[in-house]
């Protein structure tokens, strides 16, 4: 069997000012209350739940250009930065509940403080890279990969809330997932900085396996590297994950979705997950919302090592 984990923290991170809709914050519980801590505590590795950071709402946070509660966001992300590189430190692999994907700022910095040769795998039906120049909404939510890419330094602006961010990723250490919703400008820099992705119609042509094994050929054939997950819900089809802030449909099935995670595990090289963008309070019903986060623990689990083959008993030893 793979590389099991050797311990896993959870860590909540209860935050919506990254965009506009409310409700976001309450991702952490709904995907607590579908069973998370239970469900992985069944793969016989020790849980660590350190529960939710709390997040301070700054008063006084103007716009900066159309950009919202940019001090709220940086402040957010340097807490959760921290957080992350101690778990990341202690030893753990690490889960983090979002939250909306401004969240990854924070994760990804913090865990690149720990693991400076980090890769980074997005899961998403969007790029989420633009910059404060080029994003149509303005929200931090769809910037999060330029705080983060060295190539991207002259282009973004001096965000009040982000001086403590400095550039650590290379282009060439991101790989896109299901992207089907990229905007002009994000669609731009993807293009000029040469990143690897695979849109939903290429993982038509190609198969989920295809794109996999390219992947992980594109990022871990020179070295082996640790990964880091960051998995936006809004990846896999609405019929699946409906209560998220921007569904897009065409999204990923339930299978190749789990495909992407369990062979994320088998490299034994998973180090941080963000789960992020469940909205409950976006569910048109109560199933809806349970699906969603029902989906959530499916992805994580299966990103920790629960199989679909099942597994042998533990070993027993039988006195008879
Ligand atoms: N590209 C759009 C939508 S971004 C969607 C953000 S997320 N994190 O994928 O839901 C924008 O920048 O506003
Ligand atoms: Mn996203
Ligand atoms: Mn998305
Ligand atoms: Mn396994």
Redesign the pocket.
């Known amino acids: 069997c793979q590389s099991r984990a050797h311990s896993v923290a959870v860590l909540g991170a209860p935050f919506s000012k990254?965009?506009k809709r409310g409700g976001v914050e309450n991702g952490p519980k709904a995907i607590r209350d579908a069973g998370l801590i239970e469900r992985l505590s069944h793969l016989d590795y020790p849980v660590h739940d350190f529960g939710d950071l709390s997040f301070q709402h700054l008063e006084k946070d103007e716009p900066y250009m159309h950009v919202p509660f940019p001090r709220t966001v940086g402040r957010a992300n340097k807490l959760l930065s921290g957080a992350v590189s101690n778990a990341v430190g202690a030893g753990h692999t690490t889960i983090m509940l979002g939250g909306?994907?401004?969240l990854a700022i924070g994760s990804v910095e913090g865990h690149a403080k720990q693991r400076p040769d980090l890769c980074l795998i997005w899961v998403?039906?969007?790029?989420?890279i633009?910059t404060p120049f080029t994003?149509?909404?303005?929200?931090l939510?769809?910037?999060?990969v330029a705080f983060m890419l060295k190539e991207l330094q002259n282009k973004m602006p001096e965000l009040p809330g982000f001086s403590w961010v400095k550039p650590f990723l290379s282009a060439k250490d991101l790989v896109y997932i299901g992207l089907r919703?990229?905007?002009p400008g994000?669609y731009d820099i993807l293009k000029d900085l040469g990143v690897q992705y695979f849109t939903m119609r290429d993982i038509d042509r190609l198969g989920i396996q295809r794109v996999m094994e390219v992947t992980f050929d594109h990022l871990l054939s020179r070295k082996q590297r640790p990964i880091h997950l960051s998995f936006?819900i809004?990846a896999m089809d609405p019929s699946l994950a409906p209560a998220?802030?921007?569904p897009v449909n065409g999204g990923l099935t339930y299978r190749e979705g789990i495909w992407i995670t369990e062979e994320i595990h088998n490299t034994g090289l998973l180090s941080v997950m963000d789960l992020?963008?469940v909205n409950p309070d976006l569910g048109a019903s109560r199933e809806a919302v349970e699906s969603t986060a029902s989906m959530a623990v499916d992805v994580i689990a299966s990103a920790l090592g629960q199989t679909r083959e099942g597994e042998r008993t533990a070993s027993r030893t039988h006195s008879f």
């Open positions: 990254g965009q909306d994907h401004s998403d039906a969007h790029a989420d633009n994003s149509p909404s303005g929200n939510h769809g910037q999060s919703d990229v905007d994000e936006d809004d998220t802030g921007t992020v963008e």
